[in-house]
């Protein structure tokens, strides 16, 4: 049996993160938490396959997170997905710089899960 990839989510809204649980259901096991100093601290304790999370997040802010995980050698690599409700301006140029991809908020659920498969597909 195929071993499913490990998703770390982090996304302070409770409905967010079950919809995302349910839309990889299948791909990838799931692990979630709710703030971004428990996101850094699980994805450097545990190194999922992959990272989906958050901007706007209790603790740390997810950008805070993606440049404390991109400064460790053990998380350099580690491939992560945006989750924005913002379009901000200069949002092409931050992910650029944190060599992330990204999902608008409200997103399709089909949509998310084509972008976590490309992100695995794409660090395998």
Same mark, same amino acid.
């Not at 992910?95 to 794409?122: C, G, I, T, W």
């Given at each position: /049996? ?8 982090? @996304? ?5 993160r079950?919809?995302? =649980? /349910?839309?990889?259901? $299948?791909?990838?096991?799931? @692990?979630?938490?709710?703030?971004? !100093? =428990?996101?850094? #601290?699980? %994805?450097?304790? @545990? !190194? ?7 901007? $706007?997040?209790?603790? /740390?802010? $997810?950008? #805070? ?5 991109? %400064?460790?050698? *053990?998380? +350099? @690599?580690l491939?992560?997905?945006?989750? !924005?409700? +913002? ?6 140029e931050?992910?650029?710089?944190? *060599? ?16 976590? =498969? ?7």
């Open positions: /049996m195929e071993t499913l990839a490990r998703v770390l989510v982090v @996304e302070d809204s409770p409905v967010v079950r919809l995302i =649980e /349910m839309s990889l259901r $299948g791909l990838a096991d799931v @692990e979630s938490c709710p703030s971004g !100093t =428990e996101g850094l #601290q699980r %994805a450097l304790d @545990e !190194t999922p396959d992959a990272l989906v999370i958050d901007i $706007g997040l209790p603790g /740390m802010s $997810g950008w #805070q997170v993606i440049e404390a995980l991109r %400064a460790d050698p *053990r998380t +350099h @690599e491939p992560v997905l945006v989750l !924005t409700a +913002h379009a901000k301006e200069n949002l092409r931050r992910l650029a710089a944190a *060599r992330a991809s990204s999902v608008s908020k409200p997103f399709n659920p089909a949509d998310l899960r084509r972008a976590v =498969e490309d992100l695995l597909s794409a660090a395998a």
